[in-house]
């Protein structure tokens, strides 16, 4: 299943706004970034899960 699915089952509230502000964007935001950012404006607290799946695999720690 694709993420952008997944993400849409699973949490269709941030999805939507994401998509809102992927066409105020006007293409210039794809639809993983502005989900990302759409989901730290209402959860703040997962930010370290963000920047630890965002990094190289080489540079996560084991």
Known sequence: M??????????????????KLVAASKGRLDFDAAWR???LVSRPDELPYQRY???APDERET
Do not use: K
């Open 2 to 19: 694709r993420l952008s699915l997944t993400r849409w089952l699973l949490s269709p509230a941030t999805s939507w706004r994401a998509r």
């Open 37 to 39: 950012r759409t989901r």
């Open 53 to 55: 799946g965002h990094r």
